[in-house]
């Protein structure tokens, strides 16, 4: 047995199993926690070098920025409650209503994540804008002078673009979810006199919270988060955080104030995204499928 | 199957269409007409035209869409090899580093892009490394906004993976290189190559980062599109949008065809 | 929290262990040629994850050539300790040898070992026969060994015209053939089957067990470590075997020898579920009986573990061993009040309630089964039936 036995060679030094998570974490150290920790450094000292928290206070209570969290809050808010309402109707016809071609429908859904979220924003404005599609038929329907539909440069153009862009992200969990719904189940419930409403009042719910309250949580920090959209529909009255840094940064030059945002967005998304960890963990929203 | 009556799908079904075409047809169908139209003055584009995929297909377009290829491509082969490292590297932890270093990794997905644009641009800016306005401030961005997703990937793929392989592997003999070579990789193989279709999806739509740190000479399309709709020439952004949305699906579907071979043997 | 339990004090009446393994067969001389014959010993292994004890100071010797079965319920401990050997959890204390050969710090590796696990774990992107050498490539065996040696094992375990498939187009019992062959191909010198059977079929699970005796009668030399929760499997192919509750080895002997005198109450009901009688032991009588009293009865029974006159014991009856009386004897005697009779097909089942203890009987078919509520006198012979001492009950939970 000789030629085959492996010996382990007693001298080796046996390294600790942690060694091999080093790379990947020095690359990741040097690319990305320290730039970020030089915002941090630049909204507190700002470019002279010395501690203060005057212009962070300046900064924070003005009301540049203070209509800028507004506006992120409430758009992300708004369209979150939006990707979950649209989210569950479409998925459950797809997963419980099954019709030929559901399957690429699915698969649709999935290539739609991969797109850019500023097409939608660009589409919108030959659609809804004051000379898209909507209005010029209108206009032209009911003879007016004026465009009738004006949404799209306030923050609703905004909401609805995102509830477009990231309704997916809330029906892949679910899908997942509801796979796993047993059909017997519902059949069963038939069975028993259950009306449709009633099953998914009592079956399909409870089992779709766990995607639901996971889609969710993702879907908000992806919103806080959004910056292309915004960028692209251009409403002069919708500052978000991420367009605010921008503006300060690239626009004006002043990077004190673009870092002392950031520090702000960047915290309120970590926040949103601990949330989001504690869902997923909380209710098994591993099982869900989620990335 | 929850509703029963034949008018009631077919109800549910118009609904969800109308739904589907109203919410993803529509808007796929605009950009696609508008990268085609002429002049649209009225309800309709007055006449059709070539002439904005001509103009993509030179210039500064066409080297725009070079440019994003190529930092998708770089940028998700780097992260694939980063994730891939992490994700495997991480697998033999104990629980609690383990869980610690696993919300590291995925941090920079929770970062808003102009955030992390920001924060490179501060960063490299400086000594001791300067890298502002070189191409690689463009690639680094994209592979930090990418790494987490990669990452995520791979663990994820990892995850499902049944322990037994790896340890009937090593009861067989097989030591560790030999059984990441031979059994592992093989068998996550489809998560790598969704892992990085993802990547460079992710990588040829990003603006917010790019938009904070692109040099000169170093434009990708979505920044492209923006600069065009920005000065109305929003046809020509339509049919770099359709560009950019097509060669993205080109490379998914070629990828998702080997991975599902992959899957198969 | 963990007292140490050594097998020898547990071993039951050892009478017929083994007899020392004869000549290889044929068949197998070529797969094992230069084997050397080893076994596997634990030494006060102990295996605890945080606080929880998951195997408490398990001390066994698997003997060369010798199958071992540890079985026991979900949780008791006996994959850990079937973990242990291949080298998957480390313990916390306590050491592992294969042969004279201390591993416990060997890598799993490097340990030669052969391993079958329940869902067979074959390697998907591989065929059958590119499973089979994996472990011969590994090791940089030279080409010519491995285009010999592949064939061999498979036709030891009748795949070799399987050679050429994936496994997905394998039934779970080819796909297990397989993996046992992928598991022999390396001359191991030891092989440790967890659950192998468990999920195939009723069926093809006799089938398989079959096979396996086989495998053994063709492979004398190889010491099997087999880990199953099925008493079945573990009498019909374990020499020994070691049953196993709550990460602690309760007991352990040759099969029959357990089997017949159980030397406490868990192993009795775990292993071929036994009726179980309170009584007191009266005085020892010739030829290792002894005699107790059950209420008002005076039993006969076997006392192979020397429990002391006037103790309160356990009289453990297998439900096969119980006879419907005939004639007038008067010595065993148990009488009670039929609850239930059910025909099995090829057995009768009856319950009795015997002076409030529910005793099972089973039997041949019977042409004229009793009624549920009427009398029935049931006897015994003296030699099948065992004195069991009465542990004190468990803490629930514990």
């Known amino acids: 047995m000789a030629d085959l036995a492996v010996t382990s060679s007693p001298g080796s030094v046996r390294l600790p199993p942690g060694i091999w998570a080093v790379p990947p974490l020095l690359v990741l150290g040097a690319l990305f926690f320290y730039p970020l920790s030089l915002i941090l450094r630049q909204a507190l000292f700002g470019d002279e070098g010395a501690f203060s928290l005057a212009h962070f206070g300046e900064v924070v209570g003005s009301r540049l920025f203070l209509d800028g969290l507004y506006h992120t809050l409430v758009i992300a808010v708004s369209a979150t409650a939006g990707c979950l309402l649209l989210g569950f109707v479409l998925s459950l016809v797809i997963a419980f209503v099954p019709f030929p071609g559901a399957k690429l429908v699915g698969r649709l859904i999935d290539t739609f994540i991969a797109l850019p979220t500023f097409l939608v924003a660009l589409a919108f404005t030959f659609i809804y804008g004051s000379s898209g599609l909507l209005n010029e038929s209108l206009m032209r329907l009911l003879d007016l002078s004026l465009p009738p539909v004006d949404f799209l440069y306030s923050q609703w153009g905004v909401i609805l673009s995102e509830i477009t862009v990231y309704t997916p992200f809330v029906m892949r969990p679910l899908l997942a979810a509801f796979s796993l719904v047993e059909a017997s189940q519902i059949e069963v419930a038939s069975s028993l006199g259950a009306k449709p409403m009633r099953i998914v009042r009592q079956i399909i719910l409870p089992a779709a919270l766990p995607a639901l309250i996971a889609g969710g949580s993702l879907c908000l920090l992806l919103t806080v988060n959004e910056f292309g959209i915004v960028l692209f529909i251009g409403a002069k009255d919708v500052i978000t955080l991420p367009l605010l840094i921008y503006d300060k940064a690239i626009q004006e030059f002043d990077y004190t104030t673009a870092c002392i945002i950031a520090v702000v967005n960047v915290a309120l998304s970590l926040g949103l995204y601990s949330l989001y960890r504690v869902a997923v963990a909380h209710l098994a929203g591993s099982r869900a499928g989620l990335v | 199957m929850l509703v029963w009556s034949k008018a009631g799908r077919v109800l549910a079904w118009v609904t969800a269409a109308l739904l589907f075409a109203l919410i993803y047809g529509v808007p796929i169908g605009v950009i696609a007409l508008a990268s085609f139209s002429g002049q649209w003055n009225d309800v309709l584009p007055s006449h059709l035209t070539l002439a904005h995929y001509i103009n993509a297909m030179r210039g500064d377009s066409a080297e725009q869409t070079q440019v994003s290829i190529i930092t998708g491509f770089a940028a998700s082969a780097a992260a694939l090899i980063c994730g891939s490292w992490a994700a495997l590297a991480l697998r033999n932890l104990m629980r609690l580093p383990r869980r610690v270093l696993d919300v590291i990794f995925f941090v920079p997905s929770a970062v808003p892009s102009v955030s992390v644009g920001l924060a490179l641009l501060v960063a490299f800016s400086q000594p001791p490394v300067l890298l502002n306005g070189t191409r690689a401030i463009v690639l680094i961005a994209h592979f930090v906004l990418i790494s987490a997703f990669t990452y995520g990937n791979v663990a994820a793929g990892l995850a499902r993976l049944p322990p037994e392989y790896e340890q009937v592997a090593e009861s067989l003999g097989a030591r560790p290189f030999y059984r990441l070579r031979r059994v592992i990789l093989p068998l996550v193989a489809p998560y790598l190559i969704a892992a990085f279709s993802l990547s460079f999806a992710l990588s040829m739509g990003e603006l917010g980062a790019t938009v904070m740190i692109y040099p000169p000479g170093w434009v990708t399309l979505p920044v492209g599109i923006f600069s065009l709709s920005d000065r109305g020439a929003i046809f020509d952004a339509s049919a770099l949008t359709m560009i950019l949305a097509l060669s993205t699906l080109l490379v998914l579907v070629g990828l998702s065809r080997i991975s599902s071979r992959a899957a198969v043997r | ?398």
């Open chain 3, 1 to 398: 929290m963990a007292t140490p339990v050594s097998s020898q004090a547990l071993r039951a009446d050892d009478a017929s262990v083994s007899e020392a393994r004869s000549a290889f067969s044929a068949a197998a001389a070529p797969l094992l040629a230069g084997g050397r014959v080893r076994g596997i010993g634990f030494k006060d292994v102990t295996v605890a994850y945080g606080g929880l004890v998951v195997l408490a100071s398990l001390t066994l010797d698997v003997r060369p050539g010798e199958i071992v079965a540890l079985i026991g319920p979900s949780g008791s401990g006996k994959t850990t300790a079937l973990r242990a050997v291949a080298g998957f959890v480390r313990p916390t204390r306590g050491r592992i040898t294969i042969g004279d050969r201390d591993v416990t710090d060997v890598a799993p590796y490097a340990r030669n070992i052969g391993m079958v696990v329940q869902n067979y774990a074959l390697f998907p992107h591989m065929r059958a026969e590119e499973n089979v050498a994996f472990g011969l490539r590994a090791r940089g065996v030279s080409h010519a060994v491995v285009r010999e040696r592949v064939p061999e094992c498979l036709r030891l375990v009748g795949m070799e015209a399987y050679a050429k498939r994936f496994p997905r187009e394998l039934s779970g019992g080819q796909q297990q053939r397989v993996a046992i062959a992928r598991a022999l191909a390396i001359r191991p010198q030891v092989l440790l089957l967890d659950e192998p059977l468990s999920a195939l079929d009723a069926q093809i699970r006799r089938s398989m067990l079959d096979e396996l005796a086989k495998l053994h009668r063709d492979l004398p030399s190889l010491t099997v470590l087999y880990v199953t929760h099925d008493q079945t499997e573990a009498l019909t192919l374990a020499d020994h075997i070691g049953i196993m509750r709550d990460g602690k080895l309760v007991a352990f002997g040759a099969s029959r020898t357990l089997y017949r005198h159980p030397p406490n109450r868990f192993s009795a009901e775990f292993l071929g579920r036994a009726n179980l009688l309170p009584v007191t032991s009266l005085e020892p009588k010739a030829g290792g009986l002894a005699q107790v009293r059950f209420g008002e009865a005076v039993l006969a029974a076997t006392n192979p573990h020397g429990l002391p006159q006037g103790s309160q014991c356990l009289l453990c009856v297998r439900p096969h061993d119980l006879r419907l009386r005939e004639g007038e004897g008067t010595h065993n005697i148990l009488a009670g009040i039929v609850e239930s009779v059910q025909w099995q097909g090829d057995l009768h089942a009856i319950a009795l309630n015997v002076q409030g203890h529910k005793l099972r009987l089973t039997c041949a078919p019977l042409g004229a089964p009793p009624e549920a509520g009427t009398p029935l006198a049931l006897a015994f012979d003296p030699h099948d039936v065992t004195l069991v001492p009465e542990t004190p009950p468990e803490k629930p939970g514990g």
